[in-house]
């Protein structure tokens, strides 16, 4: 079975931190974009950050300096490191894993089932 599996969510005040985890299973990480998109209530879903063999690693630059990504190629596991939490990051978060896709583009293979991310102020 072929699947992403979030975790790491959950409530922080302003200032806060979170690690969001993507594992993934039925497939490596190898040749595959990586792409973590965010979701709040009422608006559209946008890229957030995204991380290919060919294009390097790219950033929605309101998170620039406070969110990074890293890579266990052990664990097949992907993680988001996000820093100095304000409460428009709040949202729903979601790995995403496609072959040879683009960054900037949403059309990724496989999907993550969401993990909340609140922050108060």
């Known amino acids: 079975e072929v699947q992403l599996v979030e975790s790491g969510g959950g409530l922080v005040q302003a200032g806060g931190s979170l690690r969001l985890s993507c594992a993934a299973s039925?497939?490596?990480?190898?040749?595959?974009?990586i792409g973590w998109f965010r979701q709040a209530p009422g608006k559209e879903r946008e890229g957030v950050l995204c991380?290919?063999?060919?294009?390097?690693?790219t950033y929605l630059d309101s998170v620039k300096g406070r969110f990074t990504i890293s890579i266990d190629n052990a664990k097949n596991t992907v993680y988001l490191q996000m820093n100095s939490l304000k409460p428009e990051d709040t949202a729903v978060y979601y790995c995403a894993a496609g072959l040879w896709v683009l960054c900037g583009t949403s059309e990724y293979d496989v999907w993550g089932q969401g993990t909340q991310v609140t922050v108060s102020s």
């Open positions: 039925g497939f490596t990480f190898d040749d595959y974009t």
């Open positions: 991380i290919s063999s060919s294009d390097g690693t």
